[in-house]
């Protein structure tokens, strides 16, 4: 299979509250990205850490990555309504093919 | 602003028909650029790598006389789903990569009668 692994598959959170989600891949990986997808639209690139950091923010978002894991999580801080969304890791390989998971359906509760 | 676009964004055609995709590079110039697919809630799949003045290599399982794809210039490559059925019936999104990032299009929601 192309795909990596991310869990939860769905997460309903109160507005206000941090979210974390989790991917895991395969195999050896120059870098690992996050992004959003608003239901039925487009791509937004959120992040992108490469293979030999560790963590890395951006705004609300904090990205890890463990390559002896094969792991990488996303944390939304302070999370609110607009973080509605599909969140998506995607690995990227020395073939530099983009292949990503089966994300995480982000709810966040009012 | 839109590095990469895709035209039509949406479609909607009768069973049989053939329907062109088409994903233009607007800022670079791509000799490589990639087709997903994506249904309902379900996450996007490589279809194939399209690579410009060659044949574009198929992921395992995507029949390459289904889904043609032409990459005749730098910045233009296009996806024919021939023959559509309802079972292609999705969302299909193209990408360029430029250094380490990757540029996605907008996305074609093609719907077949």
């Known amino acids: 299979s192309q795909q990596g692994e991310e869990d939860p598959q769905a997460l309903s959170i109160q507005e206000g509250e941090n979210a974390t989600m989790n991917c895991s891949y395969k195999?050896?990986?120059?870098?690992l990205q996050w992004y959003r997808q608003n239901s039925g639209r487009g791509l937004v690139h959120l992040i992108l850490i490469r293979s030999n950091e560790r963590e890395k923010h951006s705004g609300r978002l904090r990205v890890t990555l463990d390559t002896s894991k094969k792991s990488s999580s996303l944390l939304i801080t302070a999370s609110r309504a607009a973080d509605t969304a599909s969140y998506f890791c995607a690995t990227d390989y020395r073939d530099d093919k983009i292949i990503f998971g089966k994300g995480t359906r982000l709810h966040i509760l009012p | 602003g839109a590095v990469v676009s895709q035209h039509p964004s949406w479609v909607i055609c009768k069973s049989g028909t053939s329907v062109k995709i088409e994903c233009r590079s607007l800022d670079f110039q791509a000799t490589t650029m990639f087709w997903y697919r994506q249904f309902p809630k379900q996450s996007l799949m490589l279809m194939a790598t399209s690579n410009e003045g060659s044949k574009a290599t198929y992921e395992q399982g995507v029949e390459k006389d289904k889904f043609l794809i032409n990459h005749a210039s730098l910045t233009l490559s296009t996806l024919t789903v021939t023959s559509a059925h309802p079972e292609d019936s999705s969302f299909y999104i193209c990408s360029e990569r430029v250094a380490d990032t990757q540029y996605f299009g907008p996305g074609t929601r093609l719907t077949v009668l």
């Open positions: 195999t050896s990986i120059n870098n």
